[in-house]
């Protein structure tokens, strides 16, 4: 076991690419009583990347669903918040004036 420990300090198991949240990370924050997808989102920031949670969520979801002993479709999946697919800021600085033209 003090081999398991080790390796997963050398090379921690990423959960959330976008922010740098770890395995470790989240059975931590789950252990202090962060149990809920929502309070893991506000404490550890998973989710809020420019993915917008596409590969962590379902991750945190199975995390949860094992360290809870519930099924994942009893686990509340995040009310999701545009925008829904992530987009460039500069589409909504472009306007097009009434003769077509882009400005």
């Known amino acids: 076991m003090g081999r398991e420990k080790e390796l997963k300090k050398s090379h921690p198991i990423i959960i959330c690419r976008c922010n740098d949240v770890t395995l470790?990370?989240?059975e931590r924050a789950i252990e202090e009583g962060f149990t809920d997808i929502e309070s893991l989102r506000k404490?550890?920031?998973i989710g809020m990347g420019p993915c917008q949670g596409r590969?962590?969520?379902p991750?945190?979801?199975r995390i949860l669903s094992r360290k809870l002993g519930k099924r994942i479709d009893e686990i509340n999946i995040p009310r999701s918040r545009a925008p829904l697919i992530p987009i460039q800021a500069s589409l909504f600085l472009k306007s097009i004036d009434v003769k077509g033209e882009e400005r």
């Open 55 to 57: 590969t962590c969520i």
């Open 24 to 26: 470790e990370d989240v």
């Open 43 to 45: 404490v550890l920031r």
């Open 59 to 61: 991750i945190l979801m």
